[in-house]
C-alpha cells in the first residue's frame, strides 16, 4: 500500500503543476471529435472540416473513439472544455500507467518502486500526460492488460486473464498500436512452454471486437477504419533510414537519462567494446551533421550523447538475446523473461519504422517499459555492491525527472504561446477586413475560439486589406493564388529567457516530429514561437495598437 500510496503522490507531483496547460498539437482534433460525440456518440466523422490547409466535407477520425468518448464524458459533467478540469480528469492515466507497471517491474526486476518512478519520470511520460491525446491513456491499458496478462498466466487464473481480455479491447479502441498485444502477449508463455487453450482465449475478445468495429465501418463509411492521414509512410530506405535515426535520438533523449543509460549498460563484460562501437558510430553522425547541417557544437555533442545511448540500448538488446537464444540451442538454462522485454522493445520500434509516418516521442510510449525494465535489470547486474545500486538508482531516476521537467517546461510555454498570442491579437490592428489565420494544433483551436477565420489553400474569399496570421511551428503552406497578394506586416516573437525549446526549425527540435527539427529538444535562445502578419493586397498597411506579451505561461 505504501508502494501505490508513493506512486499516486508522484504522479500528482508530475501533473498538477501543469493543469492548466493550454490545449496543444493534436488535443484540438481529439476535442472537436469530443463535441461530435456529444451529439452523436460513437460518430467517426465531423462534418465540414479544416486541417492541414483543405477543407473538407467530411472528415473521418484517424484514432479509435475511446479517448474522444472520454473527453465528451468529461466535457458533459463539467460543463466545457476547459483545460483545467480535463487535465486533471486525465491523472488517472498515468496513474494507471504507474500502478500497472510497478506490477511488471514486480514480476521482472527486484526493485518495482523505483523502476515505476523511473518510467513516470521519463520526459516523454511526463510531458505527454499534460495533453489530451491518446497516447498516455493507450500506455496505460497496455500495461494493464500485460500485467494483468502476465500475472493470469503465471498464477494460471481465469479472472486475470479475463480482466486481462477486456484490458487489450479497451487499449486496441484508444490506440491502433495495441493490436500488437494480440502478437507479443502470447510470446510470453510461448517462451516457456506454457501456451494453452486456456491462456490463448483472452485474445478472442478484442480481436472479436476489433473485427465488428471494421464491419460497422465498412457498413457506415463503405471502407475499412481509418488508420492514417492520406500522405501514408514512405517505404524508402532513405526515409526509413531518417526515421530510424529519428526514433534512436528520441529513445536516448526522452526516456532513461542518456547518460546513466550508458554507464549502466557498459559496465558489464565486453561491454567497453559496445561502447567504443557505439560512440564512434554516433561520433561519426554528429561530426557530419556538424559539418553538412550546421550543428553547433553543443548540438552535436548532445546529439552524439543521445545516440550512443540508444545504440548501447540496441546492441544490448541484440547481443542479449544472440547469448539467450544460443543457450536453448544448447538445451542451457534460459532467462526467457529477458527474451519477452527484448521481443516486446524489438518488435514495437520494428513496426514504428516501418508503419508509422515519421519519428516522435509518442511513438516510443507503447516500448518505453521494456527500455526501463531492461535498464534496472542491468543495473541490478552491476558488480558493485548493493547500497551503491540503491544509490545508483537513486541518481538515475532524479536525472531523468530533472530532464522531465525541463523539457515539460518547454512543452509547457510552447503550448502556451498559441493561447496567449490568440487573445492578445485582438484589437492589434484596426481594419474592416478580415482576420484569418494559417497554422493548425492548439493555435488553431485558440484562434477559432477568439472568432478568427481558418484559411484554407483554396479558399477564394480573401479580399485586399485582409490580415493572414501564421505561425513558424505550427504552420501549413498556403496556395500561390493566396501567398503572391500576401505582404509582411510584422514578425511577432514569443520570446522566454528559459533555454530548452521541444519544436522549431531555428532549435532544429522535433519532439513531436522530425520534420521540425533533428532533436528530441534543444538548448537554445530561438523564440518559443513566431507569428508572421501579413496584409493581402497593395494597400497601406493597417494602423497597429498597443504591444504584445504573449509569453505568460509560466506565470498562469
Same mark, same amino acid.
Given at each position: ?82 483545460? @483545467? ?25 527486484? #526493485? ?116 492514417? #492521414? ?214 488553431? #483551436? ?48 514569443? @520570446? ?61
Amino acid at each position: 500500500m505504501l508502494s501505490l500510496a508513493a506512486i499516486l503522490l508522484f504522479v500528482l507531483f508530475i501533473t498538477l503543476p501543469y493543469s492548466n496547460q493550454a490545449f496543444h498539437i493534436d488535443d484540438a482534433v481529439f476535442l472537436d471529435f469530443a463535441e461530435k460525440n456529444l451529439e452523436q456518440p460513437f460518430s467517426q466523422h465531423v462534418n465540414d472540416y479544416h486541417m492541414m490547409g483543405e477543407d473538407f466535407g467530411e472528415w473521418r477520425d484517424t484514432h479509435p473513439p475511446v479517448d474522444a468518448l472520454y473527453i465528451a464524458l468529461v466535457m458533459y459533467l463539467t460543463g466545457g472544455d476547459w483545460e @483545467q478540469p480535463l487535465h486533471i480528469a486525465y491523472i488517472i492515466f498515468p496513474l494507471m500507467a504507474g500502478i500497472s507497471m510497478f506490477f511488471l517491474a514486480r514480476r521482472f526486476t527486484s #526493485h518495482p518502486l523505483p523502476a515505476t518512478l523511473l518510467l513516470l519520470a521519463t520526459p516523454v511520460v511526463m510531458v505527454m500526460s499534460h495533453n489530451l491525446m491518446a497516447d498516455v491513456p493507450m500506455m496505460a491499458f497496455w500495461l494493464a492488460a500485460t500485467a494483468l496478462y502476465v500475472y493470469g498466466v503465471d498464477r494460471d487464473d481465469t479472472l486475470l486473464l479475463s480482466l486481462s481480455a477486456a484490458a487489450v479491447t479497451v487499449a486496441v479502441f484508444t490506440g491502433y498500436q495495441a493490436l500488437a498485444l494480440m502478437v507479443l502477449l502470447p510470446a510470453y508463455p510461448l517462451f516457456t512452454g506454457r501456451l494453452t487453450r486456456k491462456n490463448s482465449l483472452p485474445f478472442l475478445l478484442p480481436a472479436a471486437a476489433f473485427a465488428l468495429y471494421i464491419l460497422i465501418n465498412i457498413s457506415q463509411y463503405g471502407e475499412l477504419p481509418r488508420f492514417a #492521414h492520406a500522405g501514408g509512410t514512405s517505404l524508402s530506405a532513405q526515409h526509413v533510414l531518417d526515421r530510424a535515426e529519428g526514433m534512436l535520438l528520441q529513445i536516448g533523449g526522452v526516456s532513461v537519462f542518456p547518460l546513466a543509460m550508458i554507464a549502466v549498460f557498459s559496465f558489464r563484460k565486453w561491454r567497453a567494446i559496445l561502447l567504443a562501437g557505439a560512440t564512434v558510430t554516433a561520433s561519426a553522425l554528429g561530426i557530419y551533421h556538424y559539418r553538412a547541417d550546421n550543428f553547433t557544437g553543443t548540438a552535436s555533442l548532445i546529439y552524439i550523447i543521445l545516440l550512443t545511448a540508444s545504440l548501447m540500448l540496441l546492441a544490448i538488446v541484440i547481443t542479449e538475446s544472440i547469448g539467450q537464444l544460443v543457450k536453448a540451442a544448447r538445451q542451457r538454462t534460459v532467462d526467457t523473461d529477458f527474451l519477452f522485454l527484448a521481443l516486446w522493445f524489438t518488435v514495437m520500434l520494428a513496426g514504428t519504422l516501418i508503419l508509422l509516418p515519421h519519428a516522435t516521442a509518442k511513438y516510443m510510449l507503447p516500448f518505453l517499459a521494456p527500455v526501463v525494465l531492461i535498464v534496472f535489470r542491468e543495473l541490478e547486474f552491476l558488480p558493485v555492491p548493493a547500497g551503491w545500486k540503491k544509490a545508483a538508482a537513486v541518481v538515475v531516476i532524479v536525472l531523468t525527472f530533472l530532464a522531465g521537467t525541463l523539457i515539460s517546461i518547454a512543452d509547457y510555454q510552447l503550448a502556451g504561446s498559441y493561447r496567449d498570442f490568440a487573445a492578445d491579437f485582438s484589437g492589434r490592428y484596426q481594419t474592416s477586413g478580415t482576420v484569418w489565420f494559417i497554422g493548425e494544433w492548439g493555435f488553431r #483551436h485558440y484562434m477559432e475560439a477568439e472568432g478568427y477565420k481558418y484559411l484554407s489553400s483554396g479558399n477564394e474569399e480573401v479580399a485586399g486589406g485582409d490580415i493572414i496570421v501564421s505561425p513558424g511551428v505550427a504552420d501549413w503552406p498556403l496556395a500561390e493564388s493566396v501567398s503572391s497578394r500576401m505582404r509582411l506586416a510584422e514578425t511577432i516573437e514569443a @520570446q522566454s529567457d528559459f533555454p530548452v525549446r521541444v519544436m522549431g526549425r531555428q532549435a532544429d527540435a522535433g519532439f513531436y516530429g522530425t520534420y521540425w527539427g533533428t532533436m528530441p529538444f534543444a538548448i537554445s535562445r530561438a523564440p518559443v514561437e513566431l507569428f508572421q502578419v501579413f496584409v493581402v493586397g497593395t494597400g497601406p498597411l493597417p494602423e497597429r495598437t498597443g504591444q504584445l506579451n504573449i509569453i505568460r505561461a509560466l506565470r498562469r
